[in-house]
């Protein structure tokens, strides 16, 4: 799909990966809406960019639906959606404590799992309407899952289950909507310079990505967003879960 003159949404669009996408897709010609949290300073990002701020909160689905459903009235349609909001805990499955409790468990679920299936399928809803292209391509979707969701680490249940549910999703997700001319992919970063691990010292990030084939370094959220791209410009990338990772696995701890 030709990324000049389409409507995108970023879910997480004021900060890291996702902003990262917005500013490829506004280069590139997109319209895009960046939704995010009130406490976010996506409002002003949004300002610099031309583009349209939303205040979202994925764990509220009935809120996220209306969000998206306004926003996509804003931009005058929908073409494009890139979610990479999430998060995760760090608890075991039992540990001196006790069971992993399953409140936090849910709410990892929720936060990642529950509420890109919530987007997808709204999502999907809107842009069905949409005039196909040549190819019959109505548009695509593009969720973050996390390499965690194949070799997880010590304390990442959570994570992890959320993460393997999205890549999960993928390819019956692909087939549901392949006939209304709907692609879905999905992004499995390792570890990416964003949020917490922005501001982390360079010996410990050099530590924790020594067994990276290359480059042995994190990755940066302009290469998501290339990655981002390559899905939404090349129409045979479809139902599958793109591993971002310079070609590492994950250790146990």
Not at 49 to 71: S, W
């Amino acid at each position: 799909m030709e990324i000049s003159g389409k409507k995108a949404i970023v879910i997480g669009g004021a900060s890291g990966m996702g902003l990262a996408t917005a500013d490829i897709l506004i280069k590139n010609g997109a319209s895009v809406a960046m939704l995010d949290l009130g406490s976010s300073n996506g409002a002003e990002l949004a300002k610099e960019r031309g583009a349209i701020f939303r205040e979202c909160n994925i764990l509220d689905f009935e809120q996220t639906e209306a969000c998206l459903r306004e926003a996509a009235q804003a931009l005058g349609g929908l073409n494009i959606v890139v979610t990479t909001a999430g998060g995760g805990i760090a608890q075991r499955t039992l540990s001196k404590k006790g069971p992993h409790p399953m409140d936090s468990f849910m709410h990892v679920v929720n936060l990642n799992l529950n509420a890109t299936f919530n987007i997808c399928r709204i999502a999907a809803d809107i842009i069905k309407d949409e005039t196909p292209n040549e190819d019959g391509e109505r548009g695509v979707l593009v969720n973050t899952a996390s390499i965690a969701a194949f070799e997880g680490q010590i304390g990442q249940i959570a994570y992890s289950a959320s993460k393997a549910g999205i890549a999960g999703m993928m390819l019956t997700m692909a087939r549901d909507l392949g006939s209304f001319g709907i692609r879905v992919m999905a992004i499995a970063p390792s570890l990416f310079s964003t949020g917490i691990t922005a501001g982390m010292p360079e010996e410990m990030s050099l530590e924790l990505t020594k067994d990276a084939a290359f480059p042995k370094r994190m990755g940066r959220p302009h290469e998501y967003a290339l990655a981002a791209r390559s899905i939404i410009e090349n129409p045979m990338l479809n139902g599958n879960t793109l591993r971002l990772d310079g070609g590492i696995r994950f250790a146990p701890r």
